[in-house]
Antibody, heavy 120, light 111 residues
Framework: QVTLKESGPALVKPTQTLTLTCTFS??????????ASWIRQPPGKALEWLAR???????LYNSSLKTRLTISKDTSKNQVVLTMTDMDPADTATYYC????????????WGQGTLVTVSS | QSALTQPPSASGSPGQSVTISCTGT?????????VSWYQHHSGKAPKLMIY???KRPSGVPDRFSGSKSGNTASLTVSGLQAEDEADYYC???????????FGTGTKVTVL
């Protein structure tokens, strides 16, 4: 059974760096064709794709946020980590970890999401 | 980056059908057959219902179907059941810079 669990701080201050961790079970992050992404949804707004890391370490970023994002994976812990620098109240959102297992453009599984609030 | 447009709400009685539209542009929905749909019950993980416009993952009831015409994709839920009450989101591949664009979401209510 595939599960994804996001973890990280619920509250960060403006200008701080956010670090979110997604822990997977039911598969390995080295599984062929595995693509892990982070997606966020600000309250009352649409979902927004942030970044993706693939099984072969290929990495893609949303071009509008690229300078603030870093995505990486830890194969020993079966985790994917996202860091976002210079946090702003506009970054307040529920952050989701998602995964796909093909070369296509959809997400097979989602985590439940974690709400991050940016406030002083 | 513009979100795909979905109606905020849709409803139907048990057994009826409801269709949700997802309108994009010729750069996303209209350009690729990579539209997917997700069901989200509050507090739970969203679930993949349709991928590549018309395909259903294993385990998804055939009451759920997808289609596309031009820049608009649609999700139809036939034979509505109480458990279908949820939020539904569409997604489309949008090219190299953005990769994925999402719909604004539709709340389906079973009357």
């Amino acid at each position: 059974q595939v599960t994804l669990k996001e973890s990280g701080p619920a509250l960060v201050k403006p200008t701080q760096t956010l670090t979110l961790t997604c822990t997977f079970s039911g598969f390995s992050v080295t599984t062929s064709q595995m693509r892990a992404s982070w997606i966020r949804q600000p309250p009352g707004k649409a979902l927004e794709w942030l970044a993706r890391i693939d099984w072969d370490d290929d990495i893609l970023y949303n071009s509008s946020l690229k300078t603030r994002l870093t995505i990486s994976k830890d194969t020993s812990k079966n985790q994917v980590v996202l860091t976002m620098t210079d946090m702003d109240p506009a970054d307040t959102a529920t952050y989701y970890c998602v995964v796909g297992f093909s070369s296509s453009w959809y997400f097979d599984y989602w985590g439940q999401g974690t709400l991050v609030t940016v406030s002083s | 980056q513009s979100a795909l447009t979905q109606p905020p709400s849709a409803s139907g009685s048990p057994g009826q059908s409801v269709t949700i539209s997802c309108t994009g542009t010729s750069s996303d929905v209209g350009a690729y057959n990579y539209v997917s749909w997700y069901q989200h019950h509050s507090g739970k993980a969203p679930k993949l219902m349709i991928y590549e416009v018309t395909k259903r993952p294993s385990g998804v009831p055939d009451r759920f179907s997808g289609s596309k015409s031009g820049n608009t994709a649609s999700l139809t839920v036939s034979g509505l059941q109480a458990e279908d009450e949820a939020d539904y989101y569409c997604t489309s591949y949008a090219g190299n810079n953005i990769l994925y664009v999402f719909g604004t979401g539709t709340k389906v209510t079973v009357l």
